[in-house]
């Protein structure tokens, strides 16, 4: 386990990312009812944009950075509101010193009424993350495989709720990891939000994930298309040589809001954090009619 995400945090994928995650526990808010996050895949927490892991790579400066540093129209600011509270919240000073994971993203905008639990397998970070929500007894926090446990945590209690499954993609086999979880994930709890990162890297494997997942869907599950979201941007050319030029997420169950709140955001920030020749963004429902056809027959 070589990944750690101090040297990511905060780049274009997590902004997206976390964006996603912040407007769908505000979409569960609006209703009294309490609702559990789970987060298979936790990493340490939070970011110290300072550390030295961040300086010797700092992908925030063309994430996050950029997003902070620029004017929003009003509809933008509308959409990242939830993030930003969140960013603005960890960081008093005018300078951007520390940036939400995921969990962190969770624990400052659930309601005391919510829950969050959280798996990392890494045993510092596992140590780490624990540290941090100590004393916050909303939030638990297990050392162990987050693949593993899902079965065991769904669906929970609440019946209501989002799962987060944010793999590292180290290992050759994340991918079919991923399905085999997105499957049995969605048999336990089919009602439940689901969200899947992948990176756009391998895309031969990224497309057997996404449409082997809604065809499973549609076909054997009897989920109506609207209840797959996909939403994916690149910062340049896919083909290009260096570090990772696109990500995204697969949302099962979203929000009904979702959608048209991506629509206004994916532009926007496709063009904050473009990087070079090529970038782009999608945001469909994977199933297009051909696919649906030749389910079928
Ligand atoms: N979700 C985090 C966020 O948005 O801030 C980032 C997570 S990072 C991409 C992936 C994390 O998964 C790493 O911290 C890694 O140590 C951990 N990890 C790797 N394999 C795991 C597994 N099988 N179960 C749980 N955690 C795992």
Redesign the pocket.
């Known amino acids: 386990?070589n990944?750690?995400?101090a040297f990511?945090?905060g780049n274009f994928a997590?902004v997206l990312?976390?964006a996603v995650l912040a407007l769908c526990l505000e979409h569960f808010k609006r209703k009294d009812k309490p609702f559990a996050v789970i987060?298979?895949?936790?990493?340490?927490?939070a970011?110290d944009l300072t550390s030295d892991a961040a300086r010797r790579s700092p992908e925030w400066q063309a994430g996050i950075g950029r997003v902070m540093a620029k004017d929003r129209p009003a509809d933008v600011e509308r959409v990242l509101a939830p993030l930003l509270r969140v960013i603005c919240a960890m960081n008093a000073g005018k300078d951007l010193n520390a940036y939400?994971?995921?969990?962190e993203v969770s624990a400052r905008l659930i309601r005391p009424q919510d829950r969050i639990h959280l798996?990392?397998?890494?045993e510092a970070?596992s140590k780490t993350l624990d540290k941090r929500y100590a004393l916050n007894a909303r939030v638990k926090v297990e050392q162990?495989?987050?693949?593993?446990?899902l079965k065991a945590m769904l669906p929970p209690r609440e019946k209501r709720g989002l799962v987060?499954i944010?793999?590292?993609f180290?290992s050759r086999d994340e991918f079919v990891r991923l399905a085999e979880a997105a499957m049995k994930g969605l048999e336990r709890w089919p009602t439940g939000t689901f969200i899947f990162?992948r990176p756009m890297k391998d895309l031969w494997s990224l497309d057997r994930f996404d449409e082997g997942l809604a065809e499973w869907l549609v076909t054997e599950r009897d989920v109506e298309p609207a209840a797959i979201l996909r939403a994916d941007m690149w910062v340049r050319d896919l083909e290009s040589e260096g570090k990772l030029a696109g990500a995204g997420l697969v949302i099962i169950n979203p929000p009904h809001t979702l959608e048209a709140d991506l629509l206004v955001l994916m532009p926007w920030l496709c063009d904050v954090l473009k990087q070079g020749e090529g970038a782009g963004w999608r945001l469909d429902g994977i199933v297009t009619e051909e696919m649906a056809a030749g389910w079928a027959g």
């Open positions: 386990m990944y750690r995400h990511h945090a997590d990312k976390h987060d298979t895949h936790a990493g340490i927490g970011y939400p994971g995921s969990p798996c990392e397998l890494h970070d162990r495989d987050g693949y593993r446990a987060l944010d793999p590292p180290e990162w």
